[in-house]
C-alpha cells in the first residue's frame, strides 16, 4: 500500500535521506528506529506529503504524493514530532478545530471526539489552554488529533516521548489495537517498543537502511542470542565452559558473580552447559538464555561496532 522507490532528500550539500526504498502493507507496525539526525523525521515528513522529496517517489494506495497529496492526506493520521498545536485553543477546541478541517460532522464527529478523549484519556485537561499542559498532555492532544478520523494509515514520530509509564504503556495497547488491518509506521529511540508493538523493524543510519526485517530477526543478529547467563553463589573457575561445543567466548562480570556465555552463531548450548555445572559442581544460583541485547545490535548496525 505504500511504496517508497529510491527516495532521497537533501538539504543543500547535505544528504538526509540517501535511496531508500521499501513497501509497507496493511497489518504492518513498523518501528523506525536510527540514531538522532538519521533521517527518520524526514521521511516521515516525505511519507506525509509535508516535504518534498529531492528524488525518488513516494506511491499510496496506487496515488502519487506529488499529484494527489491531499486525497493522500485524508488517509493518514500524523503526529510530527514535537507535537505541534495551538497553544491557545483548548484541547476540546483543538480537537473540534482538527475535526473541521477532516470534514467530521454531526454525531459522528461528536462521537469520534468522545472516544478518542477517553483513548487517550484527555478527560481531565480539555479545558485548559494547551500552552499551559505538561509535556505529556501536549504530546497526548497531538496523538488524539491523529488518529481523531480514524485513519487507514498512523505516521507517528517519537509517540511516546515524554510520556509517563502508565500512558506509554497505555499509548502501545492503542497502538496494538489500531493495527489489525491498518499501517502504523512509529519512530522511537526505545528499543524495547519495537518488540512490544511492531512486527517489522527498520533501522536507518545517515540516511540509509540498515535493517528491515522482524524484531525477532533483529535479536537474532545480537551477539548474544542464545547466549547463557549464570549467577553464582561465589566467585569461580569458569574458564572449562570454553571448552564445550559452540560456547566461544565468557564475558564476566565477577563483582556481581556473574558470567555470559557467547555462542557461536547464537547456537543452542543449554543441555550442554547444564551437564558442566553438574560434572564440575559449580555453584550456580540462577542461569537464563537470552533472546540477544537490541542495544548492542543496535550499536553494531548504526555506528559499525564489531560484534
Ligand atoms: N530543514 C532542514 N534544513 C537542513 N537540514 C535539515 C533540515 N531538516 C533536517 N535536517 C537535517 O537532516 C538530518 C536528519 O534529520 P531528521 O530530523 O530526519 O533526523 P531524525 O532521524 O528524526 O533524528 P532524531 O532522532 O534526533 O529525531 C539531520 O542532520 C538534520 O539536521
Ligand atoms: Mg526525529
Do not use: W
Not at 113 to 131: A, R
Not at 184 to 209: D, P
Amino acid at each position: 500500500m505504500i511504496y517508497v522507490n529510491n527516495l532521497s532528500k537533501t538539504f543543500g550539500d547535505f544528504v538526509a535521506v540517501n535511496d531508500l526504498s521499501f513497501n509497507i502493507q496493511p497489518g504492518d507496525v513498523v518501528g523506525f528506529l536510527g540514531p538522532n539526525g538519521a533521517g527518520k523525521s524526514t521521511t516521515m515528513k516525505m511519507l506525509t506529503g509535508f516535504l518534498a522529496p529531492t528524488g525518488g517517489e513516494i506511491q499510496i494506495a496506487d496515488l502519487s504524493i506529488v499529484d494527489d497529496a491531499k486525497k493522500i492526506k485524508q488517509m493518514i493520521g500524523y503526529l510530527p514530532e514535537g507535537a505541534p498545536a495551538y497553544g491557545d485553543m483548548t484541547p476540546l477546541q483543538f480537537l473540534e478545530f482538527i475535526a473541521k478541517v477532516r470534514g467530521l460532522k454531526g454525531q459522528h464527529k461528536d462521537e469520534r471526539i468522545s472516544t478518542v478523549v477517553k483513548q487517550i484519556e484527555l478527560q481531565s485537561v480539555l479545558d485548559k489552554p494547551i500552552e499551559n499542559l505538561s509535556k505529556g498532555f501536549k504530546r497526548r492532544v497531538g496523538l488524539a488529533q491523529a488518529i481523531l478520523h480514524d485513519p487507514q494509515i498512523l505516521i507517528l514520530d517519537e509517540p511516546t516521548d515524554g510520556l509517563d509509564p502508565n500512558q506509554k504503556h497505555q499509548v502501545r495497547e492503542l497502538i496494538q489495537n489500531l493495527s489489525k488491518d491498518k499501517i502504523v509506521v512509529i519512530s522511537t529511540h526505545i528499543l524495547e517498543e519495537v518488540t512490544a508493538v511492531c512486527n517489522r523493524v527498520m533501522i536507518i543510519s545517515a540516511g540509509q537502511l540498515m535493517f528491515d526485517d522482524t524484531p525477532k530477526a533483529l535479536l537474532r543478529k545480537s551477539k548474544y542470542h542464545n547466549a547463557v547467563t549464570l549467577h553464582l553463589s561465589y566467585p569461580s573457575d569458569t574458564s572449562g565452559f570454553l571448552e564445550l561445543d559452540n560456547v566461544i567466548d565468557i564475558e564476566d562480570d565477577l563483582p556481581n558473580s556473574k558470567v555470559t556465555l557467547i555462542t557461536r552463531n547464537g547456537a543452542d548450548v543449554l543441555h550442554s552447559v547444564t551437564e558442566h555445572i553438574k560434572e564440575r559442581r559449580l555453584p550456580v544460583d540462577t542461569m537464563f538464555v537470552e533472546q540477544g541485547r537490541l542495544d548492542q545490535v543496535f550499536r553494531e548496525l548504526t555506528q559499525g561496532e564489531q560484534a
